[in-house]
């Protein structure tokens, strides 16, 4: 059985190696870790071994341990990102505890997130979720819609906005993972051309496929199983 800390070696040297193949400076891709369904004391091992920044899907579960790691590593700048669908009445506990959130793709969340953000805190950094293939159950503003609500994000001001986050569905084998994500590539251009370069986080790939994201451009991978291993089958 391998520790979090040897899977994180791994998967550090498996987006370097990416980034090598890619012909891409290893520091311009940020491994996020995704904590979901473990708990504090997981967390806890990763930050030991110099991880900072974590993701989590469920936003109670979440604040729990974000809560949890300020006791018990005060002084230790962790950055927190909801990667999970938000619904209205969980608005004010992403505003007020998350640092990032990539899982915005409707105007009346970032206008809630914008309004419940406390004034103390820097702005709430924002990516959108695109849906490129139009996966039919799955969230994510079509890249048709994309500029109206980028353009409409970026007017509220306690939001940044940052990028995008893309989960496209799964293909089997490298060409077909990576033309998908050559897909999220080019939507990600077009908001950057739009947008300035403050658009600077295109977050896609994960443990199964992080290989081809980085090929195609990723700046961000969201990395679980690799990381911290199988999760429980959610009940
Ligand atoms: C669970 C999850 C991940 C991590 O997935 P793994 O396959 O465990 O690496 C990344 N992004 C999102 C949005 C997720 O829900």
Redesign the pocket.
Known sequence: MTTIEDNLQAQRQRVALACQTAGRDVTAVTLLA?S?TFGADAVAEAVAVGQRAF?E?YIQEGVDKILALRASHPGVALEWHC??PIQSNKTRLVAEHFDWVQSVDRLKIAQRLNEQRPEGLPPLQVCLQVNVDGGSNKSGVTPAELPALAAAVAELPRLTLRGLMC?PEPEPGFEAQRALFMRCKAVFDDLQRQMGSGVDTLSMG???DLDAAVAAGATMV?????VFGTRPPKG
């Open positions: 995704v979901k993701g899907n990667i999970g989960i994960m443990s199964d969201r990395v679980g199983r690799g």
